[in-house]
């Protein structure tokens, strides 16, 4: 009797070249589009971090001039310049329950320094910056055609910039209307 000789083959335990090869591309090619969402999700994030401090900027330029401005008396109003009495009692709103306010004697105005990008009071010979408009922001007035509401319109950025541009626009009922 013979012996035959089992014929299984032996096949190495390990892994071959090409093997490897093809889990490493494909490792690869799920690793660069990850990579590729990560960069165009921080230009997004980025991009919106920018309006939205354009827009916190804004609504802060126009919650500055509504304290200045609502309780006051109007008398004069032009694209970039209010002349106003503000009450005696200022920033506080006036107590008042069946009489008139009582107003400072002095006029105030507020106007916008396009050359050095702020917005300026001028109160009693005295000039206070009150705001810093950033590049490519501008602020400017429009009283109604009652003459009972000033508007106050910012806009700002540029179509260029990545943040693109912006425009708010604000009303201001007056308390004690210009009488025209």
């Known amino acids: 009797m ?3 000789q089992s014929s299984t083959s032996t096949m190495p335990w390990g892994t071959t070249l090409i093997e490897v090869l093809v889990v490493t591309s494909i490792f690869l090619l799920l690793m660069s589009m990850i990579l590729g969402f990560y960069i165009y999700g921080t230009r997004a994030t980025s991009r919106h971090e920018g309006i939205s401090e354009s827009y916190r900027r804004a609504i802060q330029h126009i919650a500055r001039l509504e304290t200045y401005l609502a309780f006051s008396r109007v008398y004069q109003v032009a694209s970039d310049y ?7 009692g200022w920033p506080l709103p006036p107590a008042v329950v ?10 105030t105005t507020v106007w916008i320094d396009t050359p050095k990008r702020r917005v300026v009071r001028r109160q009693e010979q005295k000039s ?9 922001e501008t602020i400017r007035f429009k009283l109604s ?4 509401v000033l508007v106050i319109q ?8 990545p943040h693109g541009a ?3 626009s604000h009303s201001v009922v007056l308390e004690n209307p210009l009488s025209l």
């Open 2 to 4: 013979t012996r035959t």
């Open 82 to 88: 209010v002349v106003y009495t503000p009450t005696a």
């Open 98 to 107: 069946g009489r008139w306010p009582e107003y400072a004697t002095a006029a």
């Open 128 to 136: 206070y910056s009150m705001l810093v408009l950033d590049r490519g």
């Open 145 to 148: 055609a009652d003459a009972r």
């Open 154 to 161: 910012v806009a700002g950025g540029d179509t260029r910039s």
């Open 166 to 168: 912006f425009s708010l």
